[in-house]
């Protein structure tokens, strides 16, 4: 400001603030002059750059978005995003809820193995075929069905699935070593070690890498294969007990290097060419559900505020007789008779449920109407977890649990929830489950325990003994008679098979279920007894999901 601006400023204020908003604007106007100038030798100003790329439009002009490469964009932010995934995780309802929700929907009790061995490629007869079947469910079952599977002893496989997955969802990736460690009493020496993404990182001090490079503790040649990790002896965050010395590093190849054996499963979900670790299922939406975290709080504080009826005494002057109201409402502790807390500073007043406070003479009380509880709460809230659910692929829902609107738009959230499941599903089985079946298959062969002859001399022959399929828990039925009628329909077609159907309806095992109806049927013939009849089935087919039964307001549809 010169000298003129100043006078101005000092008889007409008025004049100097308009004088300083209109240089303001010619500032702003000549810095949008240049931008435009800069660009209008290429395409800014044309296509694109009149819309999504336009750098002179107003809300466009501070949009100073770069391009950086996955290491830059992710890699240097993930630990950030990790530790705040946690914390909403552990603080915030609506995180843990997605969390646990997609666990329980995707893996449940276990994606539970399904043996689908090439029969035809290999040779074998239907018998044969059957006792190859037996023997793999019954060994994988004193596998995985035990503790013994765990290298810590405290899972089962099935347990692994679900911590394996849960762990990705909140840290971005996790990571499971695949070790041999002889036991007593444990017949396969297969262990799974489940490592936290945290333990993985690249040393502080210079490690022995061959001249590749390291990101975020995943080392990768000269032409961008992954080649081994780094892990830490310890967790970064650990405390609580006694930890002495420097962190112990130690460096895992991804493969054997006499056999090829993989020696680390990486769980986590590439979103860009050359990233090399996973982002927490919550990083894009963090920001807005930490804001949506304390909004809640705030309403249920002011709700909890505004539930407290609390009287305050006023006297007008001094009164030294005895106050009828002194002892009521107050705590055990400070009642005249009981000790004085060494804490209390005396002039301190707290709000309390039907609480009679006495004030000084001369002091009077006000308060903030809050108004609440706010009328526009629900809404608002609602309006925001339709966005959060879309960003996590869900319906809103799923993710609340509210089936409050009509048969079709429920069962339309549970097919369109279900696409996800089953991406996700496939997802695990191939890169989890998989990979460690294999290794245990190799081992029950290698101790004489599984007969596949020729198993190691080719590794089609090997992928024909190894192919499995995972089946997980069944999506559920809004109308069990139609979606059963549908499963048959599915099997006389040659459009599906009766283990899947079965193990997608109730997550039960077909071959289960026909050896025990056959010992049912032979037992009620024994004591002379008939299975019930099969209810007719209805002429006309049902219309419980036409337009016409759905409630007109979309509220209050009644769910089988």
């Not at 750059?49 to 950086?68: E, I, L, Y």
């Not at 914390?87 to 995707?106: E, F, Q, Y």
């Not at 002892?327 to 009642?335: F, I």
């Not at 002091?363 to 109407?369: I, M, R």
Request: aromatic share 8%; with cysteine; charged share 25%.
């Amino acid at each position: 400001m010169n000298i003129i601006d100043k006078a101005i400023a000092a008889f007409a204020p008025g004049v100097a603030a308009r004088r300083e908003i209109a240089r303001t604007e010619i500032v702003r106007q000549q810095a949008i002059r240049k931008v435009t100038n800069n660009y209008s030798a290429g395409s800014n100003g044309r296509g694109y750059g009149k819309h999504g790329a336009s750098r002179t439009k107003k809300n466009m002009f501070f949009w100073g978005a770069k391009a950086g490469d996955a290491d830059t964009d992710i890699h240097k932010n993930v630990k950030t995003l990790r530790e705040r995934s946690r914390d909403l995780h552990m603080g915030s309802d609506i995180v843990a809820a997605a969390h646990k929700g997609l666990r329980t929907n995707i893996v449940g009790t276990g994606l539970k193995l399904s043996p689908a061995f090439d029969a035809e490629r290999l040779g074998l007869d239907e018998q044969q075929a059957e006792e190859l079947r037996r023997s793999i469910q019954s060994e994988w079952a004193l596998w995985a069905e035990t503790t013994k599977c765990d290298a810590a002893g405290v899972n089962d496989f099935y347990e692994l699935q679900a911590l394996a997955f849960i762990s990705t969802l909140m840290s971005g990736d996790v990571f499971a070593l695949m070790p041999f460690l002889p036991r007593k009493w444990s017949v396969y020496d297969l262990k799974v070690n489940l490592i936290e993404a945290d333990r993985c990182d690249t040393p502080n001090s210079s490690a022995n890498t061959d001249g590749n490079k390291i990101q975020s503790g995943v080392e990768v040649d000269s032409d961008g294969m992954v080649v081994a990790y780094h892990f830490s002896n310890r967790h970064p965050g650990a405390s609580g007990y006694n930890l002495t010395g420097a962190n112990d590093w130690q460096r895992v190849q991804k493969y054997g290097s006499k056999t090829g054996r993989v020696n680390v499963i990486h769980l986590f979900e590439s979103e860009r060419p050359g990233q090399r670790r996973g982002i927490p299922v919550v990083s894009p939406i963090i920001e807005s559900l930490k804001l949506l975290e304390q909004y809640t709080h705030a309403e249920l504080t002011a709700a909890v505020v505004t539930s407290m009826y609390t009287v305050f005494i006023t006297t007008p002057t001094e009164d030294d007789g005895d106050d009828p109201f002194e002892t009521v409402g107050m705590p055990m502790d400070e009642l005249p008779e009981a000790q004085e807390r060494p804490d209390a500073t005396g002039n301190e007043l707290k709000m309390g449920a039907g609480a009679i406070v006495r004030t000084d003479p001369g002091e009077d009380v006000k308060f903030a109407d809050p108004t609440r509880p706010n009328p526009n709460y629900e809404a608002f809230v609602r309006a925001l977890l339709k966005q959060i659910a879309a960003a996590l692929e869900l319906p809103y829902e799923i993710l609340t649990k509210q089936f409050t609107s009509s048969y079709s738009a429920s069962r339309g959230a549970l097919l369109e929830a279900w696409k996800m499941y089953r991406m996700r599903r496939a997802w695990l089985s191939k890169n989890f489950c998989q990979p460690i079946y294999e290794e245990w298959f190799v081992e029950a062969v290698a101790k004489g325990r599984i007969s596949a002859p020729g198993i190691f001399d080719d590794p089609a022959i090997f992928a024909a003994y190894t192919k499995a399929e995972w089946h997980g828990p069944s999506q559920g039925l809004l109308d069990p008679t139609k979606e059963v009628q549908a499963s048959v329909m599915r099997m006389e077609n040659n459009l599906s098979t009766a283990t899947r159907e079965t193990a997608e309806i109730n997550g039960g095992s077909w071959e289960d279920n026909v050896q025990q109806r056959s010992y049912e049927k032979k037992r009620l013939k024994e004591l002379g007894l008939t299975e019930g009849a099969a209810p007719a089935t209805p002429s006309e087919p049902s219309n419980i999901d036409d337009e016409d039964n759905d409630d007109e307001d979309g509220e209050g549809g009644e769910q089988n």
